[in-house]
């Protein structure tokens, strides 16, 4: 016998252990929906005559936080939403991931725009992995990726900056950051305020487990991302995300459970350690909180 949905008589796709719901395929969407409407009108409040810039890599994230914000923004004549897709030279992986893109924003009728870590910066992952580096292959291509999406996001007048961050990637890097006892990384993971020269970061997935993100992927057809990047190497973040995973089966709910006592908490923790000040790297005009950016660290074009 099936199991039926608990809002209509149609047969269950998904149990939520945490919330003992059963969903059909359309209260199941509903649901995501809602949750990432609640998201963006508790932390994100979407004005009049905003361009909201949407980070593409390829996969169900980023895509699912596409395809949903046009379904939410897309018929209004004053927002517009544009992807913007980096190239950060990884042959083998990104192409396709850019493909992808390419292919769900030309369905959706939402303008793309490609740009490169080679054109920007003159190197690409594929040239900086394999030299002798202070930090693993990530924390460069984070660090540079972020730089360039805020930089052009920022020349097309945007007032917002779309991750496809999930409920699983916030859960992971709060525990990630309380394991390293770095306190104003934490901080700084809390929904930004507006600053001069940042355009303002949105996560409108953070309340939506990675595999109910994968689900609504599948069922509305959005690209599911291909195989691994052959630099991802962040080994704490993934025993912590086996742990993670492990727990929430024990414990249903414990994701969300991480993630709104930290949203409890970092009203209190941004006092003690209060957003510093901004101003322009010296080097190529980012803002950043020293004399040169992290980006122009990494290059060591401070050398
Ligand atoms: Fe860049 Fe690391 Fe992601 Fe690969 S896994 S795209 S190197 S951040």
Redesign the pocket.
């Known amino acids: 016998m099936t199991i039926k949905c608990n809002k209509c008589k149609h047969d269950a796709i998904i149990f939520q252990k945490y919330s003992g719901m059963h969903l059909c395929k359309k209260h199941f969407s509903e649901d995501v929906e809602r949750k990432i409407k609640l998201t963006i009108r508790k932390h994100y409040s979407v004005k009049r005559n905003e361009t909201i810039v949407v980070g593409l890599?390829g996969g169900k994230d980023s895509s699912t936080t596409l395809y949903i914000l046009n379904k939410i923004f897309g018929e209004r004549p004053d927002i517009k939403i544009v992807g913007l897709a980096i190239d950060?030279g990884?042959e083998g992986?990104?192409p396709n991931t850019i493909q992808s893109a390419r292919e769900l924003t030309d369905r959706l009728g939402v303008e793309l725009i490609v740009r490169s870590f080679k054109d920007e910066y003159d190197t690409t992952?594929d040239e900086i992995?394999p030299k002798k580096r202070e930090k693993?292959?990530?924390?460069?291509?984070?660090v540079l990726?972020k730089s360039l999406l805020n930089k052009v996001a920022l020349e097309l007048g945007a007032s917002k900056l779309a991750i496809g961050h999930n409920l699983d990637d916030e859960a992971q890097t709060i525990l990630l950051n309380h394991l390293k006892g770095d306190v104003a990384r934490m901080v700084r993971l809390a929904p930004p305020k507006e600053l001069e020269g940042l355009v303002l970061r949105m996560k409108p997935l953070r309340q939506v487990p990675e595999k109910e993100v994968a689900l609504y992927a599948y069922l509305h057809d959005l690209p599911l991302g291909f195989g691994?990047?052959?630099?991802?190497?962040?080994a704490m973040r993934r025993e912590i995300r086996v742990m993670l995973n492990d727990f929430e089966v024990k414990h249903p709910g414990t994701k969300y459970a991480l993630l709104s006592g930290f949203d409890k908490l970092s009203g209190i923790l941004g006092k003690e350690f209060p957003q510093v000040g901004l101003s322009k790297c010296s080097i190529c005009g980012q803002a950043c909180t020293e004399d040169v950016c992290q980006a122009c660290k990494l290059l060591g074009r401070n050398q």
Not at 136 to 142: D, I
Not at 228 to 234: F, R
């Open positions: 890599s950060e990884i992986y990104r992952m992995a693993g292959a990530c924390s460069y291509c984070g990726r691994g990047c052959p630099y991802a190497h962040e």
